[in-house]
């Protein structure tokens, strides 16, 4: 006879926080949102802490090289996601790690014999008005000087004349090399009243271009995930049939921590793949899942898993749960994997973060899947609205929306990750269609950033370890629930203040 759990599949739309106390040192500008990535003895430090408890979800739709660019500048981790060829996957993880804020790769460059017309072209496609001329015109040639819009005028100058006649040659420029750190860049470009600091390696190529008009772009993410080099963290996902080739490219390539990806993580193939990544590399942390309560965390806890994803179902975009009736409501899944994983450290002295992954309608869903016991979480649909995602933005009658695919769709074409049998999807687990259109990454987080900081504010809460243990949780009728929305007609138009 098959086992009945008596407890009523929750989700987050179920519960809502009670406040506590607020003490007088407890303020949004306080609260420390940093949260242990991968697994740690319990008392000492994680090798790898997320500066803010968001991840991106391992999916084409969302996993591109700049949206996780712009989530570790912002405090979180990208996986760029494993549907693609190893070699294209082990490339956009090289463009994270390769990427420094605030040293730019230039875009616009021409050689010193281009004509001025088609230097105006160059600018014009591109939109920047500072050209580094090189001796071969690209991005990484010997440095031969800069020419800026300001250096000549289409209508005052024979635009067939070369830019050679109109640059700033190198020897007149200030230099920097390739050892600059961005804060003596910064320090140069205010001392010396420069508009902009070449970068050179000992051969004179041009490596990167240093903008005053960055300066305060940067101070934008005072909270940046990064290593020991302050190169930017990236993660990148992985499956269980050809991670023996996928996994040492990564590594390569500089991946800072991997993650299997899997509809259904409790399996002997990803126990496997576990133990075979941990024998052969152990100096990776490497994640598994997903999972949907502690007897599944546990066994993934057991193979390596150095953090553990839970949700089976609850994606946005998901239909497993119509399609097989397999799932659990994410609510109930974290509880009682956060309450395995306090018990395996009791048990064995090792932390296993958890990661709740799916189910996240609301802002607010964020905040009660960390008091319930997630130590981050990971998000498809939410980060899909953004610019740095992949779909494509499309304008409709009420507005722009992006597109939005899940991996069980037939586009996604990932069909290694469900199992059907086969060599395609037998039927679909996902579905194909739009989100509305949200802007920058890193304005949109920051709102939800300030949400959560303001709602562990109410809790009494100044870290997130703290919220976990003194959190308190309410179940909600429908009736109550009904009561959180607004029940007036939200006004069309500002008010006029007189």
Not at 73 to 78: E, N, V
Not at 325 to 339: F, K
Request: net charge negative.
């Amino acid at each position: 006879m098959a086992q009945i759990i008596a407890e009523v599949s929750r989700t987050f739309n179920e519960f809502l926080l009670l406040p506590n106390r607020t003490r007088t040192n407890c303020s949004a500008a306080t609260v420390d949102l940093r949260t242990p990535l991968v697994r740690y003895v319990a008392g000492e430090a994680s090798a790898i802490e997320l500066q803010s408890p968001f991840t991106s979800a391992i999916m084409q739709a969302v996993g591109t090289p700049e949206l996780a660019i712009a989530l570790a500048r912002s405090g979180g981790l990208g996986f760029v996601h494993h549907n693609q060829a190893v070699r294209d996957q082990a490339a956009a993880v090289r463009q994270v790690k390769n990427f420094k804020a605030g040293f730019v790769t230039s875009d616009t460059n021409v050689r010193p014999d281009d004509s001025l017309g088609f230097l105006v072209d160059v600018m014009r496609r591109t939109g920047h008005s500072t050209a580094a001329v090189t001796h071969d015109g690209t991005a990484a040639g010997r440095l031969l000087g800069l020419v800026t819009s300001r250096d000549f005028h289409p209508q005052r100058h024979d635009v067939s004349g070369p830019v050679s006649g109109r640059m700033t040659a190198v020897a007149d420029l200030v230099r920097a090399g390739a050892d600059i750190t961005l804060s003596d860049a910064n320090a140069r470009l205010w001392d010396e009243r420069l508009d902009c600091l070449p970068v050179l390696d000992a051969a004179g190529h041009l490596q990167h271009l240093v903008f005053r008009s960055d300066y305060a772009d940067n101070k934008r993410f005072p909270h940046q995930t990064v290593d020991a080099a302050k190169r930017l963290r990236v993660g990148a996902g992985v499956n269980t049939h050809d991670y023996q080739e996928r996994v040492p490219a990564l590594l390569e390539a500089g991946v800072d921590a991997l993650c299997f990806d899997s509809s259904d993580g409790y399996s002997d193939w990803q126990a496997q793949a576990l133990s075979w990544v941990k024998k052969h590399y152990p100096e990776i942390p490497v994640g598994g899942g997903n999972v949907v309560d502690g007897e599944a965390f546990t066994f993934l806890a057991e193979a390596g898993a150095d953090f553990v994803k839970v949700g089976v179902g609850g994606g946005s975009i998901c239909i497993t749960r119509d399609q097989k009736g397999i799932g659990r409501g994410q609510a109930s899944a974290v509880l009682d994997v956060a309450a395995a994983r306090d018990a395996f450290r009791e048990r064995t002295g090792e932390y296993v973060p958890v990661c709740s992954d799916g189910g996240l309608v609301h802002d607010y869903h964020v905040a009660l899947a960390l008091a319930m016991g997630a130590d981050f979480v990971m998000m498809g649909r939410y980060f899909a609205r953004f610019d740095q995602a992949a779909g494509a933005k499309l304008p409709t009658r009420d507005g722009f929306v992006k597109e939005y695919w899940g991996e069980g769709s037939n586009r996604a074409r990932n069909w290694q990750r469900y199992g059907q049998g086969g060599q395609g999807l037998v039927f679909e687990e996902g579905v194909d269609g739009y989100v509305p259109y949200a802007g920058d990454l890193g304005e949109g987080l920051a709102q939800t950033v300030a949400k959560l900081r303001t709602t562990m504010v109410s809790c009494g809460s100044a870290t997130l370890p703290e919220f976990r243990s003194t959190a308190r949780l309410t179940l909600v009728s429908e009736q109550s629930f009904q009561e959180s929305h607004a029940s007036v007609t939200p006004r069309d138009t500002p008010a006029v203040l007189s």
